[in-house]
């Protein structure tokens, strides 16, 4: 199993970054007084005869500018950019990093902390003295974004990491696609994606994509579909249709129901009919995917079987979003199976994490240690070009291996883990290698 090489090696120092954060969010420039003329108690000289007035002579007005002269100095930014001190004799490289500190709620304020955490633990990690973090805070509203942008290009960021909604990353998308400055994102909304935008957040339809195909292997080609009417849902649900449809494959059918229904009977009867009409001698199994968690997904997976369907000819299918061991517990999902990051891979990053800050990661954290990894690998090359993000091995993060597409999003390796009552298995290791992108 590939393993993220140098995480648990790396020495931390918080309390020095945060500094050197400080540092880089207050920095100004100071400009030096001249010193105050003290009198030492010399001889006041004689005055000198006040000259006769002359007079003023007309000024010579120039028919034409010479183009070679420039009628004001060129604006120069750099005398702007954040330079601490202690890094005055050091070819700084500089990396701005949006996200929503301030946020109104809670559970994303915590998400920012986590990803600013380990954004700096990646830092540490690659153990380059001259990168400098510029962390700033857009409170998720668009209009900050853009200011904030707008400052932290002015202060020399040459990337962006951040932000973190699809209506900031718009906003920070007008202003950095103009200076020509490369973001990488959180927000797995790939409407936002392109032109110089990279997303680093996992995109469900690569997750529906590896399930369909995994469920297909197994000899299963007929689908079927609930969910809550969410545009998360819409978006699995379509997935499923494209991915299914090429295989040879039949979605028999769909139903949504209301966000706060936690036991859709109505729904859930509809599509046990539509199931049991399928379940003829030449078909054993349909797969069931619902793309929900929590009490939603407990209260869904048992109607099927109460409404005379033998669980055994069910194969429920899901996402990343099962990755919860509050539902592992249930009969009902004994047996289910969801495409994810290979859990091996993950833990790396969570034990070097707690290890760290003494706290669990949140659940983006991961994603800003590979886009700060990412970052500065580009960075300390020097010259930041798009091919620099393109590579079409693929890198190998906290997340296991990733590539970004020309269009920003990211194509993942990954992993499908089967729900046991005793937790989770591995059913399909996460590739260690890409096969050659398609154009």
Not at 55 to 79: A, F, M, R
Not at 157 to 162: D, Q
Not at 342 to 361: E, H, I, Q, T
Request: glycine share 8%; proline share 8%.
């Amino acid at each position: 199993m590939t393993s993220i090489s140098g995480l648990g090696q790396f020495r931390l120092v918080p309390g020095l970054l945060l500094a050197a954060i400080a540092m880089a969010g207050c920095a100004t420039t100071q400009t030096n007084k001249p010193p105050v003329h003290i009198s030492r108690g010399d001889a006041r000289p004689d005055p000198k005869p006040t000259p006769t007035p002359q007079p003023t002579p007309t000024p010579i007005v120039d028919e034409g500018d010479d183009p070679d002269t420039p009628l004001i100095d060129e604006y120069d930014k750099t005398k702007y950019y954040v330079k601490p001190a202690y890094m005055a004799d050091r070819d700084i490289k500089r990396v701005g990093v949006l996200l929503p500190f301030s946020h109104s709620s809670r559970a994303v304020r915590e998400q920012a902390s986590g990803i600013l955490a380990a954004i700096e633990m990646a830092l540490f990690d690659t153990g380059n003295t001259s990168i400098l973090l510029i962390p700033k805070d857009t409170g998720g509203d668009p209009r900050k974004t853009i200011e904030v942008t707008e400052k932290v290009i002015d202060e020399g960021a040459s990337i962006i990491i951040g932000p973190l909604f699809s209506e900031n990353v718009r906003s920070t998308n007008a202003v950095a696609h103009r200076e020509k400055v490369p973001v990488i994102a959180f927000s797995n909304d790939n409407s936002v994606a392109g032109e110089g935008t990279y997303l680093m957040s996992f995109q469900p339809e690569e997750e529906v994509a590896k399930i369909v195909e995994w469920t297909i292997a197994q000899g299963i080609n007929r689908f079927a579909f609930i969910g809550p009417d969410t545009e998360y849902s819409r978006r699995i649900e379509t997935a499923l249709r494209l991915e299914v449809t090429p295989r040879a494959g039949i979605v028999v059918g769909s139903e949504f129901f209301s966000p706060t229904n936690t036991a859709p009977i109505d729904e859930v009867s509809r599509l046990t009919d539509l199931i049991k009409y399928q379940l003829q001698p030449n078909v054993t199994k349909v797969a069931v995917m619902i793309p929900d968690r929590g009490v939603r997904l407990l209260g869904v997976a048992p109607l099927l079987p109460y409404y005379g369907i033998d669980s055994y000819r069910l194969q429920y299918i899901g996402t990343s979003r099962w990755d919860d061991p509050t539902i592992w517990k249930e009969p009902s999902m004994n047996g289910g199976a969801f495409a994810s990051i290979s859990p091996d891979d993950l833990k790396v990053f969570n034990d070097s994490f707690r290890k760290a800050y003494g706290r669990n990661p949140t659940t983006l954290a991961s994603l800003g240690y590979d886009a700060a990894s990412l970052a500065m690998k580009i960075i300390e090359d020097g010259k930041i070009e798009e091919i620099e993000f393109l590579s079409t091995d693929g890198n190998l993060g906290a997340n296991g291996l990733y590539r970004f597409r020309k269009d920003g999003t990211a194509e993942r390796g990954l992993a499908i883990l089967g729900i046991t009552p005793n937790g989770l298995e591995l059913k399909q290791n996460a590739p260690e290698t890409f096969d050659p992108p398609i154009n």
